[in-house]
């Protein structure tokens, strides 16, 4: 058995993961109205395929795309479309992108041609890519990569590695999942295999979930015992409790001691790595025959009453969630999408659960409590020990404070993974993520206008050149005409000379 190898950086957290694995999984009522965006994953928007005022069932495609790397949303329950416009996302911009709003009739209907399917082992690779292709399936470790895209790789897989890490504090759904639904994580497994075909695969859980190791091994074991699929070569790795431990490529670091490249993606070293929610919905996707409408949700957060984990149909806002979850004690609260670490404080709490949503936490907010006061940085170097990418943060800091994009575009500033690593071993307590999070959307923005101001250059070079041409044409018919003129009359003074001359008179 290869010995796992330690990735550069990361840091030790406390876990807060007790708070929302005591109570067993429940599931939130239906609520009176979906809100789908359609725009949840990776890669392009899904375009409507119903209008105002139709009926839908669930289950049923509302917005789909035939772009390779896209997925189609689906109705997350039964009613009436009441409307497809401009509604707040959950994105803490605030901005408001297309949704399709359903009106629940209360009745949960799944459409007709949802059927279990009786002959699963006798799919095809590519009839499994296409069902998991229509069943809108997304990685569901909050990357939303569409995972029929992962699994269409241009070279052989050695690894397929299960992410079952979940290695951000308060974050649970994962590990839920594995102590209640491991049988379905290994059918997904042998499925992806089937698709594939790598020479090993790999479930990795980080050591601090004991339980989760124990049903998936133990659920191994049963199918190996009863014969169900060959799982000889599934084995199950217990990783470091330490952060960012669950990011793709630390974890192939970790598992395969490859590195992937920069801006490259793992398929490009021979791995495939998918989260074990995703797994059990692709299970879900070809045994039941079921698209994806709902998730499992991590409420929690010390302001929550009833913190758990929660099975959420997609689209339900998320105002209903936490009344589900006994409301919320305090008044002023941050509502984040996510661990406190990488997630999103929310605008509001209308905006609704996405196939992105693994946590909500109610969380005093930072601004709110006592701020360390900031010092100057002493180059003391802890926050490029830190950093699991491998950047020099305190470079990153003086550029970012600077708005020097070149530089910023140097160190790399788009590999940053917004982990905060380096924010939380600063001595000198600079909140260092902020500053490369704040610098990448005006780098963005910079970007779209360096654009804008090269396109208005060439549209004016463009034009400049058109009237050029203009005058130039309008001047060679001026001279055109001129010529005419003159040898016009020319010839009518030759015409008249001949005609006055005594030759002509006499003749
Ligand atoms: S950890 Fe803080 S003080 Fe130390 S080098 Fe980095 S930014 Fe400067
Ligand atoms: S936030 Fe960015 S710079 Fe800081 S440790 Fe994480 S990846 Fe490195």
Redesign the pocket.
Known sequence: MKSLIRFRGGVKLPGFKSLSTKSPIQKTPLPSRLILPLRQHIGESANPVVEIGDYVYKGQIIADSNSFVSAPIHASSSGKIINIGPYTIPHQSGIAETCIVIETDGKDQWHPNIKQCDVPGSLSADQIRKKIKQAGIVGLGGAVFPSSAKLKPTREIDTLIINGVECEPYITCDDALMRTKADEIIHGILLLRRVLNPIECVIAIENNKPEAIKAVRSTLARFKEENIGSVNTIRVVPVPTIFPAGGEKQLIKQICNKEVPQHGLPYEVGVVCLNVGTTAAIYDCIYQGRPLVSRLVTITGEAVNHPANYQVLIGTPVEDVLAAAGGVQASKVDFIMGGPMMGQVLPDTGVPVVKATNCLLVKTPEKSKKQPVQLP????????NACPMQLL??QL?WHARGKHFEKLNHYNLTDCIECGC?SV????K?P?VHYFRFAKTEMREHEVKSKFADQSRLRMLARDARLERIKKEQEERKARRKAEREKKKAANQKQKQISESPKASSG
């Open positions: 940085c002493i180059r003391c170097g802890a926050c490029a943060p305190q800091y380096c071993v600063c001595p000198s600079i260092l």
